[in-house]
C-alpha cells in the first residue's frame, strides 16, 4: 500500500474551498490502484487552516501511472499560467510507503 499526502495552508475562512475542489467527483477515483481518498481539516480556533488529503494507492505504481497518465497530466496543462488562489500560503506533496500494519 501507498499513500500521497497533500497539505495546504489557507487563510482563515478559505478550507471549505479546498474541501469541496477534492471532495468533489474526479477522474482520480476511476484509475486502477486508487483505493479511496480522505481530506481532513485541522481542528483549531483561529488563524491559518490546514488541510490534508490523503490518497490510499494499491502500490506506489498505481500511483506513478496515475502522475504520468493523460487525465492527470491534462488537468495540470489547463492550469498551466494560471496563478493559484490568492488564499492558499502554502502547499506540498509527500509520499509514503506502508511498512507495517496492525
Same mark, same amino acid.
Given at each position: 500500500?501507498?499513500?500521497? #499526502?497533500?497539505?495546504?495552508?489557507? $487563510?482563515?475562512?478559505?478550507?471549505?474551498?479546498?474541501?469541496? /475542489?477534492?471532495?468533489? /467527483?474526479?477522474? #482520480? $477515483?476511476?484509475?486502477?490502484?486508487?483505493?479511496?481518498? !480522505?481530506? *481532513?481539516?485541522?481542528?483549531?480556533?483561529?488563524?491559518?487552516?490546514?488541510?490534508?488529503?490523503?490518497?490510499?494507492?494499491?502500490?506506489?505504481?498505481?500511483?506513478?501511472?496515475? $502522475? /504520468?497518465?493523460?487525465?492527470?497530466?491534462?488537468?495540470?496543462?489547463? !492550469?498551466?499560467?494560471?496563478?493559484?488562489?490568492?488564499?492558499? *500560503?502554502?502547499?506540498?506533496?509527500? #509520499?509514503?510507503?506502508?511498512?507495517? /500494519?496492525?
Amino acid at each position: 500500500m501507498f499513500f500521497q #499526502v497533500k497539505t495546504l495552508r489557507v $487563510e482563515e475562512g478559505h478550507s471549505d474551498k479546498i474541501v469541496e /475542489k477534492f471532495a468533489s /467527483k474526479g477522474l #482520480v $477515483e476511476e484509475q486502477p490502484g486508487f483505493i479511496d481518498m !480522505n481530506i *481532513l481539516r485541522k481542528k483549531q480556533r483561529r488563524g491559518d487552516e490546514e488541510v490534508v488529503v490523503i490518497i490510499r494507492w494499491e502500490s506506489e505504481e498505481a500511483w506513478k501511472a496515475w $502522475e /504520468k497518465s493523460d487525465a492527470h497530466l491534462a488537468g495540470h496543462r489547463e !492550469n498551466r499560467g494560471i496563478p493559484k488562489p490568492s488564499y492558499i *500560503l502554502d502547499g506540498r506533496q509527500d #509520499v509514503y510507503e506502508v511498512l507495517a /500494519k496492525k
